[in-house]
């Protein structure tokens, strides 16, 4: 079941990437706080329904909230960055290195013991990140810019990866409450970017995407609450194979390269070697 959800989860996450880039071609503005809003209708529709047969616990729903103002308030913010300057298959592969950040928070501050195999899956992973920045055939479109925003991203998700299982253990909220949390958080913080409400425009261009990503969220929610960081952060790391490769069906100006499949190969190789090794 886990490894179900955590893919699952993956392939939404790459669709909405793709998805993404064309919702930016329309509009730019206020694109990050409209994809919020419609994925805060999904996984408030999902938790509403997990309510009606397991109740709510309210009092325990505020570590949630200030874990949303990390992801998905602050993240998709730059991740949504990311896409516009560095396009959707780029910016799948960085987000993909989210394993190694994520296993290195645990060994930091969980003690977790350190392993020959996760620093094979390290040097994998930085060996894909060397491979997309060393792109010598880099479409125009192609901003470094776009590839530190995507770091900033990776940062984020993995924080909010390692705080959602610790406190899956920890408190009694229920996964699609939780996510609904999460979510609301960073729907405000997506609005206070843009200090204004977006337009009809907007919301059409970019409910799409949030439609994929809120499935996403919710599929992840339900994902750790099953499973450790180490099992399901790899998983979800191949959402970076399911950028690429729809951003190679539907993008066409959106070139993929030998170095961005190289890339994008490494990086889930290392995560799945973190993964299997954990």
């Known amino acids: 079941m886990v490894v179900a959800l955590a893919l699952g989860s993956a392939f939404l996450f790459g669709a909405m990437t793709v998805a993404l880039r064309f919702a930016l071609r329309a509009e730019t503005g206020a694109g ?14 999902a938790a509403g329904i997990e309510a009606a047969g397991h109740g709510l616990d309210v009092p325990s729903l505020w570590p949630f909230a200030l874990a949303g103002l990390i992801a998905p308030g602050s993240s998709q913010i730059l991740f949504t ?10 910016a799948s592969v960085v987000v993909g290195a989210a394993p190694l950040v994520a296993v290195t928070i645990a060994l930091l501050f969980l003690h977790e013991p350190l392993r020959l195999p996760l620093v094979l899956g390290a040097v994998l992973i930085v060996g894909g990140g060397l491979a997309l920045a060393t792109e010598r055939t880099r479409p125009e479109h192609v901003r470094t810019i776009g590839l530190v925003y995507a770091i900033a991203t990776t940062l984020f998700f993995a924080t909010r990866d390692n ?20 979510m609301l958080a960073g729907t405000l913080v997506g609005l206070a970017y843009v200090r204004r409400l977006p337009t009809r425009r907007e919301l059409r261009a970019f409910a799409p995407v949030g439609l994929c990503f809120g499935l996403s969220y919710v599929l992840l929610f339900e994902a750790y609450y099953r499973g450790r960081v180490t099992v399901v952060s790899p998983l979800v790391a191949t959402e970076s194979l399911w950028g690429v490769t729809l951003s190679a069906v539907f993008v066409r100006h959106d070139r993929i390269g030998r170095r961005v499949l190289l890339g994008a190969l490494l990086i ?11």
């Open 32 to 45: 990050a706080a409209a994809t919020l809003l419609a994925a805060l209708v999904v996984s408030a529709t």
């Open 81 to 90: 960055l990311a896409v516009r300057e560095a396009g959707p298959s780029r």
């Open 163 to 182: 705080l959602v299982r610790h406190l899956a253990d920890a408190t009694t909220v229920q996964p699609l409450a939780a996510a609904a949390t999460t």
């Open 268 to 278: 889930v190789g290392g995560g799945a070697l973190i993964g299997a090794f954990r």
